[in-house]
């Protein structure tokens, strides 16, 4: 791969785990990074993930944290740059098609599931919501359309049946690094492998608010459990109320044995003998292994 990398020029758009790794990946193969366009950390959100920005200080590249607003007033110097490549990973905003097109060969996103499966915002944690057992990352060609286009490259990772939304993105992140490092001999060459993607036989969800956490105990023990383990912190969690007080739970347990004095016709919060479970629907229970104030749980 030496000879052709000195020639291939991109511009990337990354944030989060995903991007750190996928631009190791990038400088790894010998292509050159022209700038990197990313986030400003939100201070009001919990920053547990690893910094783009750090990385192109690191680095010594170029890096601008624009407003998602200003992007298009940026289009001219994106046109200088005159990338071969713009690649996105785990930026959170759409990128225009003007800039898109500035792309000499092909411009590309990496997404955090099997296409086209989990298109849109929080895939990993709707995949583990709706109790699947697996889920990976996908590279794609970008259109105006949010992960609509052709799949480039795909590697799937397992979803273990008590693994939390942290510890799934920690392997759809290896996953992402795995997919470049596949990719990547054939788009050095110009190449990029096209796979349709079928929309029809995938799904789409918008982004998840924190009151989407809030725990209904009229659902069975399975779908509370996935929904549990799907927001766990540090994302916002699962929340119920009780004794006056907000309780966002962190951790649960399906199948635990049960007391015989816990009265299942009674949904929600039951404490006995020091240990407190949650009353689901249909007769159903979960130990609550992990839990505390939502206070102490703010981002």
């Known amino acids: 791969m030496n000879t052709p990398n000195a020639l291939i020029r991109a511009l990337v758009f990354a944030y989060h785990n995903v991007g ?14 022209e700038m990197v366009v990313t986030h400003a950390d939100d201070p009001h959100e919990t920053i547990w993930f690893d910094s783009v920005a750090a990385l192109c200080q690191e680095r010594g ?5 624009p407003d998602a607003s200003g992007l298009l007033d940026l289009l001219p110097q994106f046109k200088k740059i005159a990338p071969d490549y713009i690649f996105s990973f785990y930026y959170r905003h759409l990128i225009a098609s003007d800039i898109l097109a500035v792309a000499r060969i092909a411009a590309l996103n990496m997404h955090g599931s099997l296409l086209p499966k989990y298109r849109g915002r929080a895939p ?13 990352a996908s590279l794609h060609i970008m259109e105006a359309k949010p992960d609509a286009g052709d799949i480039v490259g795909q590697v799937a990772v397992p979803i273990d049946p008590d693994e939390d939304a942290t510890a799934v993105f920690a392997k759809v992140s290896n996953a992402a690094v795995q997919v470049m490092q596949a990719t990547l001999p054939a788009l050095l060459k110009g190449h990029v492998p096209r796979t349709p993607n079928v929309l029809a036989e995938g799904s789409y969800f918008g982004g998840r608010k924190p009151e989407d956490g809030r725990i209904q105990w009229s659902q069975d023990a399975l779908q509370v459990h996935n929904l549990i383990r799907a927001v ?3 994302y916002p969690g699962a929340f119920t109320d009780w004794q006056g007080a907000r309780m966002v739970i962190a951790k649960s347990k399906l199948n635990s044995a049960l007391p015989s004095s816990l009265d299942l016709g009674q949904p929600g919060i039951q404490v006995v003998d020091n240990r407190v479970f949650g009353i689901c629907g249909n007769r159903q229970a979960i130990e609550i292994m992990v839990w505390q104030p939502a206070s102490s749980n703010a981002n």
């Not at 750190?20 to 990074?33: D, H, M, N, S, T």
């Open 20 to 33: 750190v790794g996928c631009i190791k990946a990038l400088l790894e193969a010998g292509i050159q990074i």
């Open 232 to 234: 766990a912190p540090p």
């Open 61 to 65: 590249i170029a890096c601008i944290q």
């Open 124 to 136: 990993v944690n709707w995949a583990i919501l709706h109790g699947e057992t697996e889920t990976g």
